[in-house]
């Protein structure tokens, strides 16, 4: 990140502040890694925004369709939506967590919660209609079938030793 030179020495110059002049550079690093550190104790990698956590996901392809799965560890399938519209698919949802320890002396009752979101480009306008979505031990997959025209305008090429 570059920052204009606005320190009292060196005006009328055209330098440009490096990294190192930045004085916030350090405060967002440690921010940084405080939020991705909350993203893991969810199991999830932080999506490089602040507070936003992004799940991992798989993608395939076939000649007839596009496959998305998507790891959601400790999230209920009712706490999940999936939302197709032209080209982009969006997983969004929320994460709940609930502990609670009753001993004879004291009561501990610990509660987190986080939402998550990740949305894919697709290399095509999909039909929301034909796409399909299953959950199964904290994976969620999506399949999405290509429209007969990006299906016609592909075709194998072969390879020929030179």
Do not use: C
């Amino acid at each position: 990140m570059y920052w204009p030179a606005l320190r009292p020495f060196g005006r009328g110059k055209t330098e440009v502040a490096t990294a190192e002049d930045d004085p916030f550079g350090s405060f967002r690093r440690e921010m940084d890694r405080l939020f991705d550190s909350f993203g893991r104790e969810f199991g999830w990698p932080a999506s490089g925004r602040a507070g936003v956590l992004a799940p991992s996901i798989d993608v395939s392809e076939t000649d007839n369709e596009i496959r998305i799965e998507a790891e959601l560890p400790g999230v209920e399938q009712k706490d999940v939506e999936v939302v197709v519209a032209d080209n982009l698919l969006t997983i969004k949802g929320e994460k709940k967590s609930e502990k609670e320890e009753k001993k004879k002396d004291y009561h501990l009752v610990e509660r987190s919660y986080g939402g998550f979101a990740r949305s894919i480009t697709l290399p095509f306008a999909a039909e929301p209609d034909k796409a399909k979505a299953s959950f199964k031990n904290g994976v969620l997959t999506i399949t999405l079938p290509k429209p007969p025209e990006v299906k016609a305008k592909s075709r194998k090429i072969a390879v020929q030793a030179a």
